[in-house]
């Protein structure tokens, strides 16, 4: 039951982008506010609430589209919205002029931090807390996070688990919400509080929750790597726990996390990366790959992914960016990408689809764990459908003699054990074969026609999905394996579940949704 609710879930939530659950979640909760404001369950007038949050949201929107104009780039109008809403929670509602005025400079300074304190056209710092630190900092105002109030407490952890199960963010979320709690509580203790008093007082009066799961959570403020971002997470928790004042500047949450903001931009590739589409083919019947040139040096590890960015008209609520993992082993500042393209594709896959050779793409960066072990231990890799891209690049890179492993430095493998699963639902989407069938890798395949053709060397299962009895019979060494699962979150979980039942202790997932 609790399997099929995740899937369930995960299939609802692929369906908008990050920015729109964003934006509906903060603007629920926003409403949420109001009317607990109107029945006295918040200490806030109603008409306070709707004059700060007007000001919030309108200072943001309009200041964001004249500084993106400004800059020549196209405004992102969830963005500024979100940033609106974000810090109408930040600060208390008021209808004092001189307070609304402080609000709305923050938005400004917010929207104004994304191209100022930017590096090759990517922000350093979560903008919401830039303005709210440089509005404390100023004296004009001072955040005062009212969003930790226990009667909203509810209405955020169900934006939390929301963002956390789009994001897959569990252990970055919920590092940093240990950390902190732990951290503050025994500093409570300290001051003579009982531990569970002192708990309890924490996860109903201090912004852990909010500032974990909607802020810090935020993409292009974290480091690539997992361990760096919990790193980040344990520092801003820490941070968030010990109160000090420095000259002007004192211990705030906004503080906390534009310090760790700062710390993971001293990890690995920074700034905006712009591409230019140099090849677009057919790889198969509903599958293509695009080749993509950068404008600089490109460092990145077989198995790791990027975010592109494609503007185009008319965005269905998949928005604009969506991630893909790379296929290609690393080379001259070069890549390649494959999507599979639906009968009915979004907004997005269309144009990017339709871009024409040498039309400029822009991405937020590369990251991503999903890396094959540093030594030559046998792996299985299974894949869903388009899932197979990473395992591509692992492949490509050991017959290139790159280094795919979590190594730098020494020579690229040239041989690994490794035996691929490829799950599709038609043998058209058995991408790549040609990679693997040069890097020795024995393929098999589940799909729902087995009677189709395979690629020369490929051997069919005769199943349509992936059993336990299946696994143990195809892989007889299943449990000296290290297990790679990438595709649909659904998929993805089902899978592990069944290596888990099969015995496989070692298995490393790579979920994406929103295709």
């Not at 926003?30 to 919030?56: K, N, Q, R, W, Y």
């Not at 209808?95 to 402080?102: F, H, I, K, N, T």
């Not at 690994?416 to 989407?429: E, N, S």
């Amino acid at each position: 039951m609790i399997a099929g609710a995740t899937a369930w879930l995960d299939e609802r939530l692929g369906r908008i982008s990050m920015y729109r659950l964003l934006t509906l979640g903060l603007g629920s909760i926003a409403v949420i506010a109001v009317l607990l404001g109107a029945t006295g369950t918040l200490a806030f007038a109603p008409l306070d609430m709707l004059l700060s949050l007007a000001v919030a949201v309108a200072s943001s929107a309009v200041s964001g589209f004249l500084i993106a104009r400004a800059f020549r780039v196209e405004p992102h109008a969830e963005s500024t919205l979100i940033t609106g809403l974000i810090l109408f929670f930040l600060f208390w509602p008021t209808s004092e002029p001189r307070y609304l005025g402080a609000l709305a400079l923050a938005a400004v300074l917010a929207n104004l931090s994304k191209y100022v304190i930017a590096w090759r056209g990517r922000h350093l710092l979560n903008p919401a807390a830039a303005g709210a630190l440089v509005i404390g900092l100023s004296g004009l105002d001072v955040a005062t996070w009212w969003v930790a109030d226990r009667a909203l407490l509810i209405p955020v952890l169900v934006l939390a688990v929301l963002i956390v199960a789009r994001t897959r963010t569990v252990a970055l979320v919920g590092g940093f919400t240990v950390v902190a709690l732990l951290a503050i509580a025994i500093r409570l203790s300290a001051e003579g509080q009982a531990l569970g008093p002192a708990l309890w007082t924490v996860v109903t009066s201090y912004p852990v929750l909010f500032l974990g799961a909607v802020m810090l959570t935020e993409p292009l403020t974290l480091p690539p790597r997992r361990w760096q971002r919990l790193v980040e997470a344990a520092l801003v928790g820490v941070l968030l726990a010990i109160p000090f004042t420095i000259g002007p500047v004192a211990s705030s949450p906004e503080l906390a996390l534009v310090v760790g903001n700062l710390f993971a931009f001293a990890w690995g590739q920074r700034g905006a990366i712009r591409l230019t589409l140099i090849e677009s083919r057919r790889i198969g019947p509903r599958t293509r790959e695009l080749r993509l040139r950068a404008d600089r040096p490109l460092r990145f590890r077989p198995g790791q992914y990027l975010e592109l960015t494609v503007p185009h008209d008319h965005p269905d609520a998949r928005g604009t960016r969506r991630v893909f993992s790379i296929s290609s082993a690393p080379g001259e500042g070069e890549l390649t990408v494959a999507l599979t393209i639906p009968e009915r594709p979004s907004s997005f896959k269309r144009a990017l689809a339709d871009l024409p050779v040498g039309a400029p793409l822009r991405a937020t960066g590369v990251a991503g764990d999903f890396l094959l072990p540093d030594d030559r231990r046998p792996v299985l890799l299974i894949a869903g459908g388009i899932g197979v891209t990473p395992f591509a690049s692992q492949i490509a890179a050991g017959i290139t003699g790159t280094p795919a492993t979590a190594k730098d430095s020494g020579e690229g493998e040239t041989t690994r054990d490794a035996v691929l699963l490829h799950a599709v639902a038609d043998h058209g989407d058995l991408a790549y074969a040609d990679v693997f069938r040069a890097g020795g890798v024995r393929v098999l395949v589940a799909s729902p026609t087995p009677q189709a053709t395979l690629p020369p060397g490929y051997l069919h299962l005769g199943i349509d999905r992936l059993t336990v009895e299946a696994l143990i019979e195809s892989v007889p060494d299943l449990d000296l394996r290290i297990a790679y699962v990438s595709g649909p979150p659904a998929m993805v979980d089902h899978t592990r579940a069944l290596l888990r039942a099969a015995g496989v202790r070692r298995v490393r997932t790579d979920a994406f949704s929103g295709y």
